[in-house]
């Protein structure tokens, strides 16, 4: 018997997406796929695999029979409902930031720690933060060739990381100055913008600007968004010591987190050995030319599966250490991606 | 007697920059200003301190009388005129990269190193790049106080440091995209702004993306930028082996550069010890109470003659490290008003 496998948010961004993924994948090892959605969803009919099949109500009932339920909901959701799911005798995949750091839940990206996958004494797997996400696959090839010992990030954050309300505020933020004179309205974006009043999910204006601020204020000026980066990163890399300072930008990019990364290794690592290891990962494409024009950017990767990865440099004052540049599509890598590799992953598990 | 200032490259976005600040001034030491140009503006009128004053055409006996001579035009110009003013015996002081490494020319911030302006054995000063100019004043500062030793740095640079043709692409490709539906859109921005053709400033588009390029390719995958960030700091700051990383990149913001910057300095430094230092700088502005949602953006510091730094944090893993971000207006401190400052520190020396 195939195993059976429930997307809870179904009819969200990232549960579209795992759909969308669904329906290209060649084969799945699923013997059901059941939709499951808030009260004002429930009844919606999906298209899963050439048949229409009905969202059902989120409730303890809905996950009787499920082998693995995929969870992308809010954390406080997540918290309630991935246990209930988990005592029904699901394995929860969970998307939120409800459990990522727990010690008795591994936070697993495939290529890096699959094996951590069947380790989940309360029946919950964790899927990393987006920005951290963007790196791993490379930072854990090239730490399994070179020992990694220190990371410095900067990011470049899409707006979709804030949800379709971040897209749609970009979008109302675009039309309200794309028409002006870009030299006169650059000096005062904020009343341009004001008309749009200040329900927006950015703390600034994010149209002709970049806004050093994502996620909570934590301990001594960090943002909660720059310590996922750092304690995620060590878990996911099983190195609880590494160094790593980041610092995360909000940009005007739609989709597609980028990340600026100084990565320093336990032994020297040339530019031509760092991507031969980068261009043999099955999930990383490798755009490294400069003399040809060839780089990541953002708006090139989007509703990409791979990483891309590009300007690798050896760092000309700092020993073993290369600077590089990549880009990953939050919304699939990020999100519905990883988390649907991971049940994947673990399918095999209940074929019998 | 008072000296005579001339500017060449008057009519250019710097030159108008140069003379707004100089027409803002409360006093000049100067006893004329003189608008020098190409055959193709000259006999255009200025309006320079409330007299108007005719663009003469650039030739060597343009600067006969004159004492100090600013140059915003390209290389090549600033290659063949510079020794041509300071051969008719005027300071040339030159915002082009022909002379910022050359070892007989002194590379100044005049917070930083004003002491060097008066050692020029080829009679000329340069300024530096404005990716380097934006971080100089707070890292001179933090320096003098606690030893900077390595330099680790992400740029978010803005389209005008392309020039007038990088705002007016900027402004196209926007245009472009606003009105449509940025979702869609955002998988196909080449497309998009494909109907605008090839003629850009920029080696990708954009809008909607980050472009991790920002000048000419140099050797080992660097870019000419990124190199300048590194020998144009340890010239600055007297700090031949300086240790210095930069990841350039151009982000869709019309004028003011952004840095993330990873600063290692001899010593530990407590987040309040480095706002101290930041704070008692006359050209610096502190923002830094990510509390009360306050942090420096590129919009918010268009038209600034100082620097804003903010978001000042201890690295949680790297002795005597701060991460921080600051913002500084590529065409004001990072070209027109540095270039002017040089001038007013030297402007002593001719006065009789």
């Given amino acids: ?10 009819t969200g961004a ?52 499920v082998d693995i339920a995929l969870f992308d909901v809010p954390d406080e959701v997540s918290a309630e409902w991935a246990p209930i799911a988990a005592a029904r005798g699901a394995v929860a995949v969970d998307n939120s930031g409800a459990f990522r750091m727990d010690p008795d839940v591994p936070l697993v990206v495939p290529e890096v720690n699959a094996d951590k996958a069947a380790d989940r004494p309360k029946g919950i797997i964790a899927n990393p933060n987006c920005t951290t996400l963007s790196m791993m696959a490379a930072m ?17 954050q899409a707006a979709s990381g804030a949800g379709q309300a971040g897209v749609d505020r970009l979008q109302a933020e675009l039309s309200a100055v794309a028409g002006k004179d870009l030299g006169a309205v650059s000096g005062d974006v904020a009343a341009a913008v004001a008309p749009l009043g200040d ?33 995620e990163s060590r878990k996911i890399l099983g190195l609880p010591d590494l160094k790593v300072s980041a610092t995360c930008v909000r940009v005007p990019v739609v989709t597609t987190h980028s990340l600026a990364v100084h990565a320093t ?11 031969k290891v980068i261009a ?30 590009g300007r690798i440099r050896q760092a000309l ?15 699939r890598k990020g999100a ?17």
Same sequence: chains 1, 2.
């Fill in 1 to 10: 018997m195939a195993p059976v496998l429930a997307i809870v948010g179904a």
């Fill in 14 to 65: 990232v549960g579209t997406t795992m759909i969308d993924i669904i329906n290209a994948r060649e084969t799945v090892p699923w013997a059901e796929i059941r939709p499951i959605a808030s009260a004002r969803s429930a009844g919606k009919v999906l298209q899963i695999r050439g048949a229409g099949v009905e969202v059902q109500v989120l409730s303890p009932e809905a996950f009787d029979g």
């Fill in 140 to 156: 854990g090839a090239l730490h399994r060739e070179f020992g990694l010992e220190a990371l410095v990030v900067a990011s470049y």
């Fill in 199 to 231: 329900d927006s999910p950015f703390p600034a204006p994010l149209a002709l600007n970049v806004v050093p601020w994502a996620g909570s204020l934590k301990d001594d000026g960090w943002s909660s968004e720059e310590l996922k980066v750092r304690n």
């Fill in 265 to 275: 290794f336990a032994q020297e690592v040339s530019v031509e050995a760092a991507q």
């Fill in 280 to 309: 043999a990962q099955p999930t990383i494409e490798l755009d490294d030319d400069p003399a040809a024009g060839v780089w990541p950017t953002p708006a090139a990767v989007v509703g990409k599966d791979a990483t891309h990865v």
């Fill in 317 to 331: 004052d700092f020993p073993n250490t290369l600077d590089l540049f990549l880009c990953g599509d939050n919304l």
């Fill in 336 to 352: 519905a991606l990883n988390t649907y590799e991971i049940a994947e992953t673990i399918a095999g598990e209940f074929a019998s």
